[in-house]
């Protein structure tokens, strides 16, 4: 393909996507293929010759377009968004187009530099104090990831890297049983081990669903008597299954007390702190973490993939990763290599598209969605709880909620989630509450209207029909 024809198809590529995004409201959200076909209608070896572009996007729209699970349908209901803002989109192509590798301040200054100044600008919008410096992940599971491996270090006073951990005493990690599972794999990954993360149960809320804190403190002590060797606490805010939020305060004040390391996994629901009304409830105390995660690319409208983390101080990390052969060095003046924060060495140039989603939509448009799909969450869960086919079970925690169809076991449960995403108007999940199963609904999608919010409700009413 020469540059000319690059031009062309781009410009056909530029058209096909507005066009997709004009009209995804009349495609069903969930992919309505069967395990295997789209395997079944590639060829089973690959071309000798090249093949024409005209045959390649018309094979696009035919085995490809069927087999997708539309994310930016604004009935995407399920899990939480992987938003696409158009500006992030277009920040997206150039990207692709400049296709630098910014590992290095010298590799790429723009991202290097750009970086730092987008994660001040969040840092600002989530009212996090000055001090806290950061870098762009892919996403919370490597955030979460580089903080277990932080905490590991320190607590071996920097000997796990260079030693390996064998005979040097069992770690312990702590955090609430509402975490998400990627905290669970980073301790497998740091070698820390399944059972020595200890997961504590909810406290007395009764709405928050939070870390027991006096749970917490026993458990420490427990463990501390029994020869473990205690190395961070993982709190949550805004947790996957139900929302669940810890107590920012009492949490810090124990880790302060032990001396432990901490990391606060606020992936989805960190993106609404930009509206200084949620503040109170869901971030007071916050400054006070170590490590700090949230995903741009879920609620605030980034393209996949974006994940900023905030640190306290990001030195830790960096003794943690940063590995510096001759050739990754650079001459002069002391510069920020962000690959020595995050466990890739490889980086793409992620604070482009920040720079062009805050600029298009200003924070107060960003503002707006949030705050809308917060309050459509509270009316819809009220009133799927005057229906008498429903009851919620968890109350709206911002845009999440959870219910359930009255009289049915969890098989019922499961079979109305399937009839529903079957039917290709809305897609929704289900979770587990006191090992229940209940249906998972978060409003969150970039475009999602009042009318969106209506149409879901009617075919909740519509279908929970025999």
Known sequence: MNWDEFEHWGAHIARWAADYHKGIRDLPVRAQTEQGDIAAALPVTPPEAGE?????????????????????????????????????????????????????????????????????????????????KGVIQDSASSATLSAVL?????????????????????????????????????????????????????????????????????????????GYIPAGIIAITGGT??????????????????????????????????????????????????SIVFNPHKWLGAQFDCSVQFLRDPQHQINTLKIEPEYLKTAGAPVTNYSEWTIPLGRRFRALKLWFLIRSYGLEGLRARIRNHVDWAHSLAARLDAHPDFEVVTQPILSLFTFKVMGRDDSGQLAFVERLNNDGRIYITQTRVKGAVVIRFQIGQFDCSKDDINTAYDVLCELVKP
């Not at 880790?255 to 930009?274: P, R, S």
């Open 150 to 226: 932080t905490m590991r270090e320190i607590a071996l006073n920097w000997r796990g890297n260079k030693e390996g951990l064998s005979g040097l005493g069992r770690l312990r990690i702590y955090c609430s049983q509402e975490v998400h599972s990627s905290v669970d794999r980073a301790i497998w990954v740091a070698g820390i081990g399944q059972d020595n993360l200890v997961k504590i149960g909810n406290g007395t809320s009764g709405h928050a669903y939070e870390m027991d804190t006096e749970e917490l403190a026993a458990r420490i002590t427990q463990d501390r008597a029994a």
């Open 52 to 132: 024409a572009m005209e045959q390649i996007i018309a094979d696009f729209e035919r085995i490809v377009m069927p087999g997708i699970t539309h994310w930016q349908h604004p009935r995407f209901f399920a899990y939480f968004p992987a938003n696409a803002a158009p500006p992030s989109m277009l920040a997206e192509m150039l990207v692709s187009t400049i296709a630098a590798q910014s590992m290095l301040w010298q590799t790429s200054p723009a991202a290097t530099e750009m970086e730092g100044v987008m994660i001040d600008w969040l840092r600002q919008a989530l009212g996090l104090p000055d001090g806290f």
């Open 241 to 290: 299954g139900i929302g669940a939020y810890d107590f920012h305060h009492p949490v810090l004040a124990i880790a302060k007390a032990e001396g432990l390391y901490t990391h606060l996994d606020a992936a989805w629901a960190g993106a609404a702190m930009i509206c200084p009304e949620y503040r109170d409830e869901f971030w007071a105390g916050v400054e006070g973490y170590d």
